[in-house]
């Protein structure tokens, strides 16, 4: 599964004609919409899910499984993010195991449900491109799928020490200091961070491209310079900086941390922050609940 990111950009070009494009530190109204993304790539990324160390027969089977069922992914892929906000409330499913009882013939999975589209609850139903590609792999290999939500922050440290835990799935970028702790899988899903916005604010709007955007980011301060994002996610390294990732990160930003990026776009919304970094396809499902 290479470039899939094509499939989002239908999506990102319907968003970004909405708004004029105007000299950067303006302000502007009119705009009926809450929140809008500046669309433009500040990273390159991939996702894969997540094993021990130890246990190189899980990650080669995994690994078959995302080979012979490309097909299959590659359309839950698509289901969700080309999905209407009304279609996204539709999907999930409320008969997954939420706590293991028989380890032995469970996938048991490590995951942070805060982060649609890939993992999301749905009323009393879990959803998600990691969810479903977690059951497919679960019914490939003949085990029922459990499924256990923690934080973020928890994820790879509880695949890596905890024997309970067969597989972490949360939209996991591959990064060198995590490859320390586990081993990844092939890669499904290629992405970027990006900035969320209100809708009126022009601060970004004549920054069309990633130098701009680093620039812009640099030279920001006080209540303009205040940002946030899911705890623990690459939006957080992105601003604190990260070598293994190559981000240099921006002492001038002052960052809060959210338990979801919903939570985060609130707070914004609140006037706790002037903008969040997240990730681009979140951020495209942010947009489709928030501007309903």
Known sequence: MKKILAALLTVATVITCAFAFTACDKKGGGATEKIKM?????????YAFIV???????????????DAKATEIQAIMDKYLNATEDQLATFG????????????????????IDFAPFEYYNGNKIAGID?????????????????????????????????????GMAALTISEDRKQMVNFTKPYFDTTQVVVVKADDTTFDACTDKDAMLQK???????????????????????????????????????????????AVQSMLDGNISFIIVDKAVAQTLLKNVNK
Do not use: R, W
């Open 38 to 46: 500046v669309d433009v790539d500040l990273s390159s990324e991939q």
């Open 52 to 66: 021990k160390k130890k246990n190189t027969e899980l990650l080669n089977t995994v690994n078959g499984i995302l």
């Open 93 to 112: 499913s409320n008969s997954i195991k939420t706590s293991s009882t028989d380890s032995a013939n469970e996938l048991v999975v490590a995951t942070n």
């Open 131 to 167: 969810i479903e590609i977690a059951q497919l792999i679960a019914n490939e290999m003949g085990k029922t799928l459990v499924v256990e939500h923690m934080d973020f922050d928890a994820v790879v440290t509880s695949v890596q020490t905890k024997d309970i835990y067969d597989i």
């Open 217 to 263: 980011l640099a030279s920001l301060s006080g209540a303009a310079a205040k940002c946030g994002g899911q705890a623990g996610t690459t939006g957080q390294q992105f601003v604190k900086g990260n070598e293994a990732l190559e981000f240099a990160g921006f002492a001038n930003l002052d960052f809060s941390g959210y338990d979801s990026p919903a939570l």
